[in-house]
């Protein structure tokens, strides 16, 4: 799979071959024990390739409404809180620029689950894997909406993980 323009050429195949610049290890909340999963972050020519592998997402009996998953970068170092918000002290979404919600740095694609498992590969130039060091992944329980204030009510935070360098 390749992504050009007319200034250079990205072969991601060949960075999926590589070692990871940094990574996180994601880990479901006591509700969600069987949540895991691994978010890999890529520097490249282009911005950070951010891929993500996930398995054991709450499945829905709702037709119409099911498999949506939020997943942002919050500024906080740890995946720890209190009984009512275990994840608690992963801050806000990552926001150096001070931007309105969708904007801040730490704003991703949502996770689109089959029966459980959901596969996300994307590119930004919104943080360099330097920055994203120490921060903390989260997947939410419910979607995004883009445009409530300040974080998209995406729900309660279900699964976390903090991005080590590699």
């Not at 006591?30 to 996930?54: I, M, Q």
């Not at 949506?68 to 608690?88: E, K, W, Y």
């Amino acid at each position: 799979m390749e992504f050009s323009n007319s200034k250079r050429n990205l072969n991601l195949s060949a960075y999926l071959r590589k070692r990871p610049n940094a990574e996180a290890t994601l880990v479901g909340d006591e509700l969600h024990s069987s949540l895991r999963g691994v978010v890999r972050l890529y520097e490249t020519t282009y911005g950070t390739l951010v891929v993500v592998s996930v398995s054991g997402l709450p499945l829905s009996t709702e037709r119409c409404r099911k498999g949506i998953f939020a997943l942002h970068m919050h500024s906080g170092p740890s995946c720890t809180g209190n009984s009512s918000d275990p994840f608690a002290n992963v801050g806000m979404h990552y926001n150096p620029n001070s931007c309105m919600h969708p904007y801040h740095s730490g704003d991703m694609p949502p996770l689109f689950s089959s029966n459980g498992n959901a596969f996300l590969a994307f590119i930004t130039d919104r943080f360099s894997v330097d920055e994203a060091i120490g921060k903390a992944i989260v997947i939410h329980d419910s979607y995004d909406d883009f445009s409530s204030q300040p974080s998209g009510n995406s729900g309660n935070k279900i699964a976390c993980g903090i991005i080590i360098k590699i």
